[in-house]
């Protein structure tokens, strides 16, 4: 069954009679390329007319017009001021009926819808029949991913690990998974295949070690590494309390210093102070008038006593005599002479303990109280005041 189809479409070929009409054929629809090595379009067309062709190539690419980037005219190949133009051309010689289209060092721009246009002058086509498109998709390998960690790996915290590469076409998938010192890998929901994530949580001490992520893609592979160390505690937690610890001991060294010494400069102050008021409330010695006058003075001092010790012995009766008394009539002389002279010898009758032999002092006149003035008019008047011995009744001083 199958000989004689065959059998007459040779027996047509030998008369002449062909149904044969001009249209273009394509390998594929669709051809993928990775960015940098090169890409084929395959096409070819159909035509019963051995006349040259005239051949366009156009590029579309998305969201814009289609622009002629290779043409075959009258036997000559031409490429047109594009980027591609160092990079494109005939694979084969055209007159053999295959254009294929060769794109070397491809890029992610190269890709588009490729349409591929034939006619033949004495050829009669259908409409689209003479038309062949091709879709282009240069792949982009993933781009080195970086890895990151979010979080403190501290025993019990939950941390994140990300990975994440710039570049890539379609969209790199990411995948975790631990290679030191223990092999494991993850899966969903621990890690995002598309978002590139792993969460690892109640971490551990066994949870340290070396953590890879692969991006990938139909492009290629790409990979980044982290190390996990997880720690006990955290080490910036305890560098923050050391630091405060120690601001708070300066602090309380400062504080404490600054009340010892406070207290001692208020103890200083009191202590000062009350010697300041001792000394004010209290009056200065002073020397007796009587010491410091000349020797008349004293003689009128000393007779002032000696009336005074007469009257208490009319007053009291016959009295011993006091030792003052004897010291004060037994010791004075008088005063002294103008002129620098001996003393005359003394006129006093003999006495025994100031108390003369064989006669009797005069009685002395009445004691008549001066006018008395208040200390405040003595004051002003310049008086000074003058501290007078008392007398005991045994007539001693006090």
Wanted: proline share 10%.
């Amino acid at each position: 069954m199958g000989a004689l189809p065959r059998a007459a479409l040779a027996l047509a070929a030998l008369l002449g009679v062909s149904s044969a009409m001009l249209e273009v054929h394509v390998g594929t629809g669709s051809v993928f390329s990775v960015e940098g090595q090169r890409a084929v379009l395959p096409a070819w067309y159909t035509s019963h007319s051995q006349k040259k062709p005239y051949v366009t190539w156009l590029l579309q690419r998305e969201d814009t017009v289609p622009f002629q980037i290779l043409t075959y005219l009258d036997g000559v190949a031409k490429v047109e001021e594009t980027e591609l133009k160092p990079r494109v051309g005939f694979l084969h010689p055209v007159l053999s009926h295959n254009i294929s289209v060769l794109i070397n060092a491809t890029r992610e721009r190269d890709s588009g819808q490729y349409l591929c246009t034939v006619n033949v002058a004495d050829d009669a086509t259908t409409t689209g029949k003479n038309v062949g498109v091709i879709n282009l998709t240069v792949l982009v390998p993933p781009a080195a991913p970086a890895c990151h960690l979010h979080g403190s790996p501290v025993v019990g915290a939950n941390v994140t690990l990300s990975c994440v590469s710039g570049k890539g076409k379609p969209s790199p998938t990411y995948q975790w998974k631990r290679t030191a010192p223990t092999s494991q890998v993850f899966f969903p929901p621990a890690q995002d295949l598309a978002k590139g994530t792993l969460k690892l949580t109640n971490l551990s001490l066994d949870m340290s070690g070396l953590y890879l992520c692969e991006a990938r893609n139909r492009a290629g592979s790409a990979s980044c590494s982290l190390a996990l160390e997880v720690h006990s505690t955290s080490t910036k937690a305890v560098i923050a309390g050391a630091v405060l610890g120690s601001l708070g001991a300066i602090a309380t060294v400062i504080f404490f210093t600054q009340r010892v010494v406070g207290y001692r400069r208020k103890k200083r102050d009191s202590q000062e102070e009350a010697a300041n008021e001792i000394k004010e409330d209290a009056l200065a010695p002073k020397t007796p008038t009587w010491a410091r006058r000349p020797a008349a003075d004293t003689l009128s001092k000393t007779s002032t006593l000696s009336s005074i010790a007469g009257t208490r012995q009319k007053l009291y009766g016959a009295n011993p005599p006091s030792d003052t008394a004897s010291i004060l009539t037994g010791s004075y002389r008088g005063p002294p002479p103008q002129g620098g002279g001996r003393p005359p010898p003394a006129s006093l009758p003999p006495s025994v303990n100031g108390v003369p032999r064989h006669h009797q002092d005069p009685p002395a006149p009445p004691t008549v109280a001066p006018p008395r003035c208040p200390p405040s008019s003595l004051a002003r008047a310049g008086a000074v005041p003058v501290m007078v011995p008392a007398q005991s009744r045994a007539g001693s001083l006090v």
